[in-house]
């Protein structure tokens, strides 16, 4: 899978280069038909050749993102499929199919992750489709093609509302395109039957009937005929129409992802060299966000050299992120999107030093410690709004309790969005690299504490890399102490 994380993307991109490689090849033998490859690969080489500065850079824009799977999943296959009508070198057609078996290129499935994820962060971050359809503060401006692509995608997942301003996009730029004038014939066809669908869902048939209308008088020829009778018809088959509404709750997770909070007081940050005589001559340097629970972070724990390593040794092991779903039983949702790995200390020297670090902050035991968790966010990645506790009697891998504390590192900054955000306690963190935020998930009476919800806003610019530590409760009672009164309730 390519869309959950920027690095499994830089795969598809090498790829891509793969790709590129082959055609250059085929393309100095075949003069008669060079014309309309070299069009196409104009096309895709303008964007390749813009990745190539900085892959990282490049693909960290969610727009690119999105075009890279869009070019595999239909350009490239366009071309493979254009190609077997003609007498064509046998080799070239082999190292395609070849590259299609052995790589396992991106699907269907995958180009509607990436346009789902685009969805994702017009949503939350009041993105205007017509500002990302246009590039404008979002990489370069989409195709037609590219926005009929987004459009469908929308149009299957009941978003009409979205839709809609995607479908106008394509209109436009369909109309105002240098392709021949059959191809914007057909597609202009199929684009008045999408309109006339989207009205006609959202309850506007008079729109509906007029897009059909314009159908019937311009091309007669066209053969899917959609009419009004098929529409109703449509619409009987499906359930009732629920349009997208956001709710209050959501509301606050999208403000909070914004980097709006509420007012509140505004803590200090401080130096701290107390927890450990380690810190003396390099002293932690503090920054509570809020005091009960007790969410902080430290700054400048870790250096640019530290998360290499580790990065070289977790990328190898990166899978798609799951969440858990009941006992024993995970699953793959668009509720987490992301790739992760396990580590433990010994894997290597910067994890070992990280346990440490965890180890002198909070002085917990550490014999009790989970394997620590490395996940990578792609296009519009994130994690909604969930609890780190398990609240079940089971232990967890053998392990005693339950995760009494968060302790999570940012791997990387992010150019935009990826904040970590605490819905209930009107509380945001933007991503700093090498930094640390700390919080408590158990009250001191190791019950769940419910006001520690929290979440990972979808990246939408750069790449977002973290990594937990979760502590667990069984062997803290020197560490954490209960207090004398029952604080479960607060
Ligand atoms: O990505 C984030 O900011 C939060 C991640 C998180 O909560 C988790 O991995 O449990
Ligand atoms: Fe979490």
Known sequence: EFYSSIDSLKRLDSIESSLLLSFRKYSEGLEDYISIIRRFMERIKFQHEKAEKDVEDYLGNPINAFTLIERVVRDWMDVNDLLKFEDISQELMDSLTQLRKNSSLPDENELKGAVLGLARLQDIYDIDADDMANGKGYG??????????????????????????????????LQNSQDAKEIKDYFATQIKEHFARVHHTLGDKQKAQQHLNGISEKDSQHSSKLTMKMLNRLMDEKQKYIPFKESDRHRNYAR????????????????????????????????????DPYIRVYHNLLSDEQITNLFNFASKKFYRSEVIRGPNENEVTEKRVSQQAWVSPEDTPTAAYMYRMVHLITGFNMTNVEKMQVANYGIGGLYVPHYDYMNVSRTLAGLVGDRISTNMFYLSDVIQGGYTIFPELNVYLKPIKGSM?????????????????????????????????????????VARPCGLTNDALK
């Open 140 to 173: 370069h401006p989409l195709t037609w093609r590219e926005c009929l692509e987004i459009a469908t995608t929308l149009i299957d997942e009941n978003r009409m509302d979205l839709a809609l301003k995607w479908l106008k996009q394509t209109d436009r730029k």
């Open 256 to 291: 909070l992802c914004q980097g709006k909070s509420l007012n509140r007081t505004q803590l200090s940050c401080h130096l701290d060299s107390s927890s450990h005589p380690f810190f003396i001559l390099n002293p932690l340097q503090i920054e509570p966000m809020l005091m």
């Open 437 to 477: 935020v700390m919080w408590p998930n158990l009250h001191r009476s190791v019950q769940p504490d419910i006001r520690t919800l929290h979440a990972g806003c979808p990246v939408v610019k750069g790449t977002k890399r973290i990594a937990n530590i979760w502590t667990h409760s069984g062997y803290q009672d």
